[in-house]
């Protein structure tokens, strides 16, 4: 699945609308350059939740929590990631083997020890804005994917600013 991202409210309300598709579980591969929307989608998704604080990305600390009601939230910055064993220091197994939303900023910088996606996003600057591409790793990938496909349309004629290809 394609969808062109008009600017940033686009942006943000189609990480709402994935966010509530994933319904708080699943890995997601958020790849792309410096500057391509990796941590505004994650903005979205995390308002999906409800959560209305900033978002920044956690290029140092690697790993930020969060925990929204019963729905617990992860996101991972790889970016400055040496070595993907280093991912064993932080507790990424625990991060990852738990029932929560894993958000991956950076994942080929794991390469060979983090597990395999349910979805991967690769996100590109475009002419007006950015466009996302979905990939599904896994059952719940598709579902995802099916899900969106089927919002899409009504998104688009709701705020007028989304644009599936």
Same mark, same amino acid.
């Given at each position: +699945?394609?969808?062109?991202?008009?600017?940033?409210?686009?942006?943000?309300?189609?990480?709402?609308?994935?966010?509530?598709?994933?319904?708080?579980? $699943? &890995?997601?591969?958020? !790849? $792309?350059? @410096?500057?391509? $929307?990796?941590?505004? #989608?994650?903005?979205?998704? @995390?308002?999906?939740?409800?959560?209305?604080?900033?978002?920044?990305?956690?290029?140092?600390?690697?790993? !930020?929590?969060?925990?929204? $009601?019963?729905?617990?939230?992860?996101?991972?910055?790889?970016?400055? =990631? %040496?070595?993907?064993?280093?991912?064993?220091?932080?507790?990424?197994?625990?991060?990852? %083997?738990?029932? *929560?939303?894993?958000? /991956?900023?950076?994942?080929?910088?794991?390469?060979?020890?983090?597990?395999?996606?349910? #979805?991967?996003?690769?996100?590109?600057?475009?002419?007006?804005? &950015?466009? %996302? #591409?979905?990939? %599904?790793?896994?059952? #719940?990938?598709?579902?995802? /994917?099916?899900?969106? *496909?089927?919002?899409?349309?009504? +998104?688009?004629?709701?705020?007028?600013? =989304?644009?599936?290809?």
């Amino acid at each position: +699945m394609q969808v062109q991202l008009n600017d940033e409210a686009a942006h943000v309300a189609f990480g709402e609308a994935l966010g509530q598709a994933l319904k708080g579980h $699943g &890995r997601v591969y958020l !790849e $792309g350059d @410096l500057g391509a $929307g990796k941590t505004t #989608l994650t903005r979205g998704i @995390l308002r999906a939740y409800g959560y209305q604080g900033a978002v920044k990305s956690p290029t140092y600390t690697l790993v !930020e929590p969060y925990e929204l $009601g019963n729905q617990r939230i992860y996101h991972l910055d790889l970016y400055r =990631l %040496a070595d993907p064993e280093e991912l064993e220091f932080i507790g990424g197994r625990d991060v990852l %083997a738990d029932d *929560a939303l894993c958000l /991956i900023e950076w994942p080929s910088r794991g390469e060979g020890w983090l597990p395999a996606p349910d #979805l991967r996003i690769q996100l590109s600057v475009a002419e007006t804005g &950015r466009v %996302a #591409l979905l990939n %599904a790793g896994s059952s #719940l990938g598709e579902d995802v /994917i099916e899900q969106l *496909a089927r919002q899409c349309v009504g +998104m688009q004629q709701e705020c007028g600013v =989304l644009q599936c290809i």
